[in-house]
């Protein structure tokens, strides 16, 4: 894989589905693997799933980005010397959504290829981000969308597909469809993060109302409206599961305790 591609992990949410929590939802154990030093079990955090796929796709950097008082990430993971990894941690300033927590590491990422995901959401399979890649080589794509089956569409942003995997449209969590698919990982090369960096600068200026957030999805959306070229790769054997609420987490410490 390109020795460019970094990972862009957003983790300035407040946990407000499992509130009251003990600590960043990042951090929460979800799961168990070998001590380094002993060997013995002990608690894997939910976080660290989305590392290990980042890294198997040959991402050595990634950056987490903050809000103020999320101390605990860094503290607990330090430099990623342990996971083999290099992190770096960005404070978010702009309070709108997911895109511009991502858009505090634009002069870091601009000229890279970024793998993207969400630090509450475990995927299958391991190869994940692997096939993205590959996928974004073969097509030239300004973005490819890792996309699964769900069950509830009003939760996700569901994907409209062409042939051939071109993806035709995204609709932000519709109160009901047809569509089977929604994406939860992503990754983009330069024209998407020079792109995204413009719109929300427009975004900001001109149609932001007080309160208002923006969807990852909605900016891809725009992008595919503006002529960028966005690719997917469907799992239709994948799994993906949302442990930022509380039913979903009770399922993934079930299945990997």
């Given amino acids: 894989m390109p020795a460019d591609t970094v990972g862009l992990i957003p983790a300035a949410g407040l946990g407000s589905r499992l509130a009251p929590i003990p600590c960043s939802k990042e951090l929460l154990p979800v799961g168990f693997e070998a001590h380094p030093e002993h060997g013995e079990p002990h ?24 809000r103020k008082g999320k ?56 190869d994940a981000f692997a096939r993205l890649l590959q ?58 993060t020079e792109f995204m960096h413009q719109y929300l600068e427009r975004w900001e200026a001109e149609v932001y ?8 999805g909605e900016v891809v959306q725009a992008a595919i409206q503006n002529g960028l070229l966005v690719q997917s790769v469907c799992f239709e054997n994948g799994s993906c599961l949302d442990v930022g609420t509380p039913e979903d987490l009770q399922k993934a410490i079930k299945n990997l305790s």
């Avoid at 608690?43 to 903050?66: D, T």
């Avoid at 083999?84 to 002069?107: E, H, I, N, V």
């Fill in 209 to 216: 109302t007080s309160g208002a957030e923006l969807s990852l």
């Fill in 71 to 126: 101390w605990d990430i860094p503290n607990y993971y330090g430099d990623g010397s342990q996971l083999g990894l290099q992190l770096a941690y960005l404070l978010m300033q702009r309070p709108f959504g997911c895109p511009f927590s991502l858009d505090q590491a634009y002069t870091f990422v601009r000229r890279q290829r970024v793998v993207f995901g969400f630090p509450d959401i475990l995927i299958a399979p391991e």
């Fill in 135 to 192: 996928r974004q080589e073969e097509t030239q794509a300004d973005v490819v969308l890792g996309c699964f089956g769900v069950r509830y569409p009003h939760k996700w942003d569901m994907v409209d597909l062409k042939t051939g995997g071109e993806v035709n449209a995204i609709l932000h969590k519709p109160a009901t469809s047809d569509l089977t698919y929604g994406w939860a990982i992503a990754c983009w090369g330069p024209r998407f």
């Fill in 43 to 66: 608690p894997k955090v939910v976080s660290q799933y989305l590392l290990e796929h980042m890294q198997r796709a040959g991402a050595e950097q990634v950056y987490f980005i903050l």
